[in-house]
């Protein structure tokens, strides 16, 4: 359902692009989004988008800095990433849900996920 790539190893300060290439109905969800998992802490949210209106969240850690968007026509999700920090080094899922939006950021409320991409920023 979801194919997540795009992730590799930057320098801090460069920029990555992460693309979730979606399939079957996934699209008819009520948000996707990324999350991220770093070693030995939990998995954690990242940005959000809403497929009614593209309405976009963010994480304290993601605003400014991450970008998530989405092409309806190719069913894609991106996450475009500038000013990478060590501390963004983690593997990040792509994910949807039918949940409510009040919940986007509990990661219980996701029905698929991708297989996840590995992040590697050094300092």
């Known amino acids: 359902q979801l194919q997540a790539f795009g992730g590799g190893q930057v320098q801090a300060g460069g920029s990555l692009r992460l693309s979730c290439a979606a399939s079957g109905r996934t699209f008819s969800s009520n948000a996707m989004s990324w999350f991220r998992q770093a070693p030995g802490k939990e998995r954690e949210f990242v940005a959000t988008?809403?497929?009614?209106?593209?309405?976009?969240y963010y994480a304290d850690s993601a605003k400014g800095r991450f970008t998530i968007s989405k092409d309806n026509a190719k069913k894609v999700v991106y996450l475009h990433m500038n000013s990478l920090k060590a501390d963004d080094t983690a593997v990040y899922y792509c994910a949807v849900t039918w949940g409510p939006l009040s919940s986007y950021r509990d990661i219980n409320q996701y029905t698929y996920w991708g297989q996840g991409t590995q992040v590697t920023v050094s300092s």
């Open positions: 988008i809403t497929n009614r209106g593209g309405y976009t």
